[in-house]
């Protein structure tokens, strides 16, 4: 690791090279390492490391941006000397103030950062898949899937006095599972190596894929659906990446355009970011460098605020609440137009999945959604398949399991009608942010076609 | 650039690697965009670095760097072989090549005009006009961008090749929103959010006349918002080149990719409907149907003479008269599946990506007919046009496709304008649909992008076609 002293030097190179203008340098180190393993055997190794530096210089409302790998301190004096260059033929642009001072989360122990991935990412990678390949193998079914381990510090720093740092880890496996026509995969991410019980996941989607096998066909309808975590997970990022979207707001093609204070959704429904929140994927501050801000976007099921970036922060007249996208530890930051939560939660319930199918008459069981798309974005109108495996429930009962589906809904619809809620949330992934969510039981999810498998 | 290659290729045969390739790529990129007629972003970015991939013990290590000194190759160099070794006990069988001769050559894709030599007041000049002319009552968001990118790239390998290429290209769209009361509608043009990139310079944005085309584009956007919906019917169904690329991507490039058949995106992407033992039998659509694999067409994004495992390309037939016959891949997948050399569609991100098999424009071969004719022998159908939503599932099988606009045909007529069009089958159904496929005059290579791969490269890709006809496809609205 380069550590906060070397990157704030680098840093302070750069800015010096700004002159009148004002100017923001954002820095990212990584060190990403995946090893991905196809029917039992690894067939990808990766190590992927990099510096990289976005320099962004400001006059008035004429900007520069400028992105460079830069390993040396001269490559980041490149990058301001070349958005410099860059502004002398900018037109005006949208306002957008320069966050001011030191942003004031706590260093000595940095949300999100376990240095146990720093010093066994690799053993730890290698053991895993060992590991998880043995214990599916020992079930029936053929293994597939990845273990990634990352170590990033990100620094921002500005003509303005804004200085943040942080280092932070990563670490997901994913167990595939295929037997003849069974298919399932669990997931687990969190950043710190002892939160993925290894042998649990394995054992997860070996059950899982041999309960998926020999599905029958159903025909495609409106049915009730019990969602377990991975697939209610998706509901919520698209409403969080969707709705919550400053600049859709702005745009107005997002719901609360014209719905904020009204009921959105069912009123036992919370949605929340928090990006300093232990259980998710923390990070403490936005490509911009401003110190996230936890965020209530639905409450009760009535929708409450949208999550700000500076420049639609400045737009709306309020400041930004942190959340200028973090993309890939490979892009050093530096601002985009979107707004975005990254770091969703959603209260969890008194139901068990138990509870939910012995509630529910006819119905399915739905593990994961793939392939999931906008049709409309206002109303959240979403297509998808059903993925790793969808099962029948018949009174009361999962009967077995069935072939995929297609579904076309506004997902602000089926969240209108949540009839449970779990206990227990789980971390999903979805991009370069997560969600923490239980599985829920909805009244209805319109499916409309049906595949062969 | 080119002693940096060969010293990591030299340093990791000196570790014990059995095979070893280096990519060092310099990239200058630049994006403009203005939105409302201000200047929304300004950006540009230069990255240079290098991957090394390694065999060792019979496994792959990939290491990657943009830290250039001596140190940092060797660094890099033994992270790759260090991965590589500690595969070893999760391994069953080793990794095979199919054979390529060496190569000693450097290519330049042709360009007009350098878009880098083009001063980036002009370009702000033609997207505020762009964006400005977009700017009609009733649209929300009148956005203009403009693309361009050049890589440097030196390939060695422990084989003997040395390969320098230059790649550059260029790309440019309009967008348009148009908000109603729960309801949204967009126009693109030309492409939708992929900006249409081509493998040429400044002359492919000179080519599409943003500019006169803006009008047209905010015009049709908030029409939309009055049109009526698409009805539900099963009809003939005539698809644009924009919208038919990507069906193509998903419905035949991707089921295709030898590695997505031999389960290597099984925990992420998915599979395919397609084993190895279809190739030369299945019949995947009607006798209409001719799909290539061409990446020494001129001008597109994918156009290159070597791919990024030093193959020299060559046109690869997918599909002959509705038959498969050929499948997109690698040198160990074409080992691994007995097909001889590599179809050369191995292509990496950037540097610090491992290569994967992309489809380097995979393309529908041009019918007979001419587009009006095409449209006048149809009775009843519809004409879709831009993609605005896709989705299929994880063996590419069933798909949803989502158009910006419909207008309907009647009686060999392009008629009413309908909003919200949508379109779903099964793949081989689908394709077995296909009766007519307009001629040369109307085939064109469109440039996207795709994510694949863990972590997803953005990779580039291309497509050509032309106007299409499938006739009984099931459509309806956004609501069915």
Same mark, same amino acid.
């Given at each position: 690791m380069m550590g906060k002293q070397e990157m704030k030097s680098m840093a302070e190179a750069g800015l010096k090279e700004a002159g009148e203008y004002s100017a923001e340098v954002h820095l990212s180190s990584a060190l990403y390492e995946l090893t991905r393993f196809a029917d039992g055997q690894i067939h990808q190794n990766i190590s992927m490391d990099g510096l990289n530096v976005t320099a962004c210089l400001y006059d008035g409302r004429r900007s520069g941006r400028v992105h460079l790998s830069a390993a040396t301190t001269d490559r980041v004096r490149q990058a301001v000397q070349q958005a410099a260059e860059k502004l002398r033929y900018a037109d005006e642009g949208p306002k957008r103030p320069m966050p001011l001072a030191e942003q004031g989360y706590c260093e000595e122990d940095p949300p999100g950062f376990d240095e146990e991935v720093v010093r066994r990412g690799t053993q730890w990678r290698a053991q895993a898949v060992?590991?998880?390949? $043995?214990?599916?193998?020992? +079930?029936? =079914?053929?293994?597939?899937?990845?273990?990634?381990?990352?170590?990033?510090?990100?620094?921002?720093? &500005?003509?303005?006095?804004? @200085?943040?740092?942080?280092?932070?880890?990563?670490?997901?496996?994913? !167990?595939?599972?295929i037997r003849d026509t069974g298919y399932s995969c669990s997931e687990r991410h969190a950043y710190s190596l002892s939160d993925i019980d290894v042998k649990e996941t394995a054992q997860e989607s070996a059950a899982g894929c041999n309960r998926a096998r020999d599905p029958k066909e159903l025909e495609p309808q409106e049915y009730p659906v019990v969602l377990l975590p991975y697939a209610a997970a998706d509901l919520f990022s698209f409403v969080g990446r969707l709705g919550a979207n400053s600049q859709a707001v702005?745009?107005? +093609?997002?719901?609360?355009?014209?719905?904020?204070?009204?009921?959105?959704?069912?009123?036992?429904?919370?949605?929340? #970011?928090?990006?300093?929140?232990r259980r998710g994927r923390p990070i403490p501050f936005d490509a911009e460098g401003v110190? $996230?801000? =936890?965020?209530?976007?639905?409450?009760?099921?009535?929708?409450?605020?949208?999550?700000?970036?500076?420049?639609?922060?400045?737009?709306?007249?309020?400041?930004?609440?942190?959340?200028?996208?973090?993309?890939?530890?490979?892009?050093?930051?530096?601002?985009?137009?979107?707004? %975005? =939560?990254? &770091?969703?939660?959603?209260?969890?319930?008194?139901?068990?999945?138990?509870?939910m199918i012995a509630d529910t008459s006819l119905g399915l069981l739905v593990t994961s959604l793939h392939y999931t798309r906008t049709v409309e974005p206002k109303e959240v109108v979403v297509t998808g398949m059903t993925r790793n495996g969808t099962f029948l429930i018949r009174e009361g009962e999962v009967v077995g399991p069935v072939r995929n589906l297609r579904f076309t809904d506004s997902y602000l619809r089926i969240l209108n009608d949540v009839t449970h809620l779990g206990q227990q949330g789980m971390n999903c992934s979805q991009g370069v942010g997560s969600v923490h969510v239980p599985a829920m039981r909805v009244g209805s999810m319109r499916f409309t076609e049906k595949t062969d498998f | 650039? +080119?002693?940096?290659?060969? $010293?990591?290729?030299?340093?990791?045969?000196?570790?014990?690697?059995?095979?070893?390739?280096?990519? %060092?790529?310099?990239?200058?990129?630049?994006?403009?965009?203005? $939105?409302?007629?201000?200047?929304?972003?300004?950006?540009?970015?230069?990255?240079?670095?290098?991957? !090394?991939?390694?065999i060792v013990d019979g496994g792959w290590g990939f290491a990657s760097t943009n830290r250039l000194s001596s140190a940092g190759v060797e660094d890099c160099v033994r992270r790759a072989g260090e991965i590589a070794a500690s595969g070893a006990r999760v391994r069953k069988k080793p990794v095979r090549l199919a054979d390529e001769p060496a190569h000693v050559d450097s290519w330049e894709r042709p360009v007009e005009v350098d878009p880098f030599e083009v001063d980036d007041a002009a370009k702000l000049d033609l997207l505020t006009r762009s964006s400005r002319a977009m700017m009609q009552q009733g649209v929300a968001v009148a956005r203009a961008v403009l693309v361009f990118s050049r890589d440097t790239q030196v390939f060695a390998n422990s084989e003997g090749s040395l390969i320098r290429q230059v790649l550059t290209e260029s790309g440019g769209s309009l967008y348009a929103l148009a908000v109603g009361r729960g309801n949204t509608q967009v126009r693109t043009y030309p492409c939708t959010v992929w900006h249409d990139i081509q493998g040429k310079g400044w002359e492919a944005i000179q080519q599409r006349d943003l500019l006169g085309n803006a009008p047209r584009v905010a015009s049709e956007a908030v029409q939309l918002l009055s049109a009526r919906p698409c009805p539900e019917m099963v009809t003939d169904v005539i698809i644009a080149p924009n919208e038919l690329a990507l069906q193509i991507h998903e419905s035949i490039g991707h089921a295709v990719e030898a590695d997505r058949i031999l389960g290597h995106e099984a925990d992420f992407a998915g599979t395919s409907f397609i084993s190895? #033992?279809?190739?030369?039998?299945?019949?995947?659509?009607?006798?209409?149907? &001719? %799909?290539?694999?061409d990446p020494t067409l001129p001008g597109s994004r994918t156009s290159f003479k070597y791919d990024d495992e030093g193959v020299k390309t060559r046109r690869v037939d997918?599909?002959?008269?509705?038959?498969?016959?050929? @499948?997109?891949?690698?040198?160990?997948?074409?080992?691994?599946?007995g097909l001889g050399r590599s179809g050369g569609c191995m292509r990496a991100n950037n540097y610090d990506h491992i290569p994967l098999v992309r489809m380097p424009n995979v393309s529908l071969a041009p019918g007979d007919v001419s587009f009006e004719e095409l449209i006048a022998s149809t009775e009843e159908g519809i004409l879709l046009d831009q993609n605005r939503s896709w989705s299929i599932d994880d063996r590419r099988l069933n798909f949803q496709f989502g158009s910006e606009v419909g207008w309907l045909i009647e009686d060999g007529e392009i008629g009413e304008m309908?909003?919200? =069009?949508?379109?779903?089958?099964?793949?081989?159904?689908?394709?077995?649909?296909? #009766?007519?496929?307009?001629?040369?005059?109307?085939?064109? %290579?469109?440039?996207?992008?795709?994510?694949?791969?863990?972590?997803?490269? #953005?990779?580039r890709v291309a497509h050509g076609c032309s106007h299409a006809r499938f006739s009984g496809v099931k459509v309806g609205a956004k609501e069915r």
């Open positions: 060992e590991a998880a390949v $043995k214990e599916v193998e020992s +079930r029936g =079914p053929r293994a597939y899937g990845r273990a990634i381990t990352e170590v990033t510090e990100r620094l921002s720093m &500005n003509t303005s006095g804004l @200085l943040s740092y942080a280092p932070r880890t990563r670490c997901d496996l994913v !167990v595939a599972t702005l745009e107005g +093609r997002s719901f609360m355009s014209d719905s904020l204070g009204q009921q959105v959704i069912s009123e036992g429904i919370s949605l929340w #970011d928090d990006a300093f929140d110190k $996230k801000q =936890p965020v209530t976007i639905i409450e009760g099921g009535v929708a409450v605020s949208p999550v700000y970036n500076q420049t639609t922060g400045a737009q709306q007249g309020v400041p930004s609440t942190g959340h200028s996208p973090v993309g890939s530890a490979f892009a050093a930051g530096g601002g985009s137009p979107q707004a %975005v =939560p990254q &770091n969703l939660f959603v209260a969890g319930g008194e139901d068990t999945v138990a509870d | 650039m +080119r002693d940096t290659a060969q $010293k990591a290729v030299h340093l990791a045969e000196g570790m014990g690697a059995s095979y070893a390739d280096c990519r %060092v790529v310099q990239r200058e990129s630049e994006f403009i965009s203005v $939105k409302n007629g201000e200047v929304e972003e300004l950006a540009s970015g230069d990255d240079l670095g290098l991957g !090394v991939r390694v190895p #033992d279809m190739v030369g039998d299945f019949r995947y659509g009607s006798e209409k149907v &001719n %799909v290539f694999a997918i599909i002959n008269e509705g038959k498969l016959v050929g @499948l997109t891949t690698s040198r160990e997948t074409a080992f691994e599946l309908v909003r919200d =069009p949508i379109y779903a089958d099964m793949t081989p159904d689908f394709w077995a649909k296909c #009766d007519a496929i307009a001629d040369e005059d109307d085939w064109r %290579v469109i440039g996207y992008a795709c994510g694949k791969g863990t972590p997803s490269q #953005d990779g």
